[in-house]
């Protein structure tokens, strides 16, 4: 079965500074999807970024970018010009490229909770 | 079209009571899925329709726990003798099969057993 590790539970960092989240995980399979949802107050999940693992180039967003390292299972997110707005949980999020593996759910780590300073 | 709604946000009842949770996933998603989140944990996995069809169920829906697409549109999740242990956020979430853009969650239901 697969897993996701998210071993920061809480970080802090200044409004217009970059942060790093890392997300760990651990799998057999060479085809999956890699993703990280934003939870803000209200709880509704909102996608933030996604990667395919078959694709080396790293995935951006905007202010948002991602590190991942296929062979370390290491797919960590980068905030850039960190905003008031970007204040909520974040979770790394795994799903298998085979349908008939895993079916079609996500694992989920379990968060965290980023603080932005102002 | 304004997203996936769950109904009711918030659900406060007795220990043995039964509840049922309503959600409508966007209108061209065939899939919707439903996922349960404790205090400080990741959402974990209960079941997911294609359609009208419950394809997986998790080990952690037990006997208690049914859930159902009639039409394969809005979904239902009941949970009969309601136990502490139920107390939770239920998400619900829908997509496009085929879609690997991950999908569009609902705000969720708040569960609280007394």
């Known amino acids: 079965a697969q897993t996701v590790t998210q071993s920061q539970p809480e970080m802090s960092v200044q409004e217009a500074e970059t942060v790093t989240l890392s997300c760990t995980y651990d799998t057999s399979e060479s085809d999956y999807y890699l993703f990280w949802y934003k939870q803000p107050p209200s709880r509704q999940m909102i996608l933030v970024i996604r990667q395919e693992a078959y694709k080396q180039q790293n995935a951006t967003e905007n202010r948002f970018s991602v590190n991942f390292q296929k062979a370390a299972k290491s797919f960590s997110l980068k905030i850039s010009d960190s905003q008031l707005g970007d204040a909520a949980m974040y979770f790394c999020a795994y799903r298998s490229g085979s349908v008939k593996s895993s079916g079609d759910k996500l694992t989920f780590g379990t968060g965290t909770r980023l603080a932005v300073r102002p | 079209d304004t997203g996936v709604s769950q109904n009711p946000r918030h659900k406060i009842t007795k220990r043995g009571q039964n509840v049922t949770f309503r959600c409508d996933p966007i209108?061209?998603?065939?899939?919707l899925y439903w996922y349960r989140q404790t205090l400080g944990q990741g959402p974990e996995f209960l079941t997911y329709?294609?359609?009208?069809?419950?394809?997986?169920k998790s080990r952690l829906l037990s006997d208690r726990f049914s859930a159902e697409r009639p039409k394969g549109s809005f979904s239902t999740l009941e949970i009969q003798r309601t136990e502490q242990g139920d107390s939770a956020m239920y998400l619900c979430?829908?997509?496009?099969?085929?879609?690997?853009?991950?999908?569009?969650f609902g705000s969720g239901t708040r569960l609280t057993v007394v």
């Open positions: 209108s061209e998603h065939n899939r």
């Open positions: 979430a829908s997509s496009l099969s085929g879609d690997n853009y991950g999908y569009t």
């Open positions: 329709f294609q359609n009208e069809a419950q394809l997986e």
